[in-house]
């Protein structure tokens, strides 16, 4: 969607009604927030480690480890890429394992890849495959969905990112209200406005807002994600109100994690959807303009009281 084809309007507690326009592409910068160091005493390149590195790939090589005839080892998926010659001597590989590096490799406890990233754990050499899966230092994949983006980073730097190279609108607040306009709104198929970041609670969240089609249905799409991860994103609710001429839908849900892509998100359907005819009905006049205000809300869950305790607005004394 071109950027002078939509108008996005804001307003946030304390902020007056502004105007936003979508970015301009612009070149992404490759992840170079400085990181800390790994813990002391531990040296995740020693020379071991470096034997257990594919000189293909570069990745660790998990068994089965294949060798040629001269010594020279690689992974097995490296393996498959080369035609079953070795890339050091070119010597055919045939199916020798290297049992004495698979040996070496079951003794060796070394640290998490994302150590520089923040990650006290050390594992064993087979354990740190599946922690480093599901570790939580690993790297954010950039949220900004209106373009094809591989940056990748912790929170600091992808705020940073989103802010400085894709221009997205941020807001302090927990509240938002936000208009979304197109003069023909027939014309728009598969089209993302632009994301906003707002920042409350000391967390980062984002609001999408989109048009695609779900089946045959023209249909518009908004839904939030929390920048941080899933088990921390569960603490949190938000709600989205459109409506108008004596009508309204309302979503309440739980935001969805930026470790959940944006298509993914979209593809289960995780947020406020609203047809296009009704969406039009929304905005009154003669149908031809969309004119969408969206309301919302974020808050914090709380802790389930214990039984018997009353806490105001939440519960009723029963009279004697």
């Not at 923040?118 to 949220?143: D, T, V, W």
């Not at 004119?291 to 305790?309: A, C, F, H, M, S």
């Amino acid at each position: 969607m071109e950027s002078d084809s939509v108008e996005c309007v804001s307003v946030t507690e304390g902020l007056d009604e502004e105007e936003v326009t979508m970015p301009r592409h612009r070149l992404h910068k490759p992840l170079g927030a400085a990181a800390p160091l790994p813990p002391k005493g531990i040296s995740p390149s020693t020379s071991v480690h470096e034997l257990l590195e594919c000189p293909v790939c570069t990745n660790a090589m998990y068994p089965p480890i294949h060798q040629c005839r001269n010594g020279h080892t690689l992974c097995s998926t490296c393996k498959l890429r080369v035609h079953n010659r070795c890339p050091t001597c070119r010597q055919e590989l045939g199916d020798i394992r290297c049992l004495a590096l698979e040996k070496v490799a079951e003794s060796l406890e070394l640290p998490c890849k994302y150590c520089t990233l923040g990650c006290p754990e050390i594992f064993p050499y087979y354990s740190k495959l599946k922690h480093e899966a599901q570790c939580n230092f690993r790297p954010y994949n950039c949220p900004y969905a209106g373009s094809e983006c591989s940056v990748v980073g912790d929170i600091p730097f992808l705020v940073a990112h989103l802010r400085d190279d894709h221009r997205v609108d941020m807001h302090t607040g927990c509240t938002f209200n936000h208009r979304y306009v197109k003069s023909n709104p027939r014309e728009v198929e598969n089209a993302t406005w632009m994301l906003t970041v707002f920042y409350c609670f000391g967390h980062y969240f984002c609001l999408h807002f989109e048009a695609f089609q779900l089946g045959m249905a023209p249909v518009y799409m908004a839904f939030l994600r929390f920048m941080g991860d899933e088990n921390e994103a569960r603490k949190f609710n938000y709600s989205l109100e459109v409506g108008a001429n004596g009508r309204k839908l309302i979503w309440e849900g739980t935001p969805r994690s930026i470790r959940d892509s944006h298509r993914k998100v979209r593809d289960s359907h995780d947020g406020l959807i609203i047809q296009r005819n009704m969406a039009l009905f929304f905005s009154g006049g003669d149908r031809k303009e969309l004119k969408l205000r969206v309301t919302g809300r974020i808050w914090k869950e709380q802790p389930n009281p214990d039984p018997g305790v009353c806490i105001p607005n939440l519960c009723t004394r029963i009279p004697s």
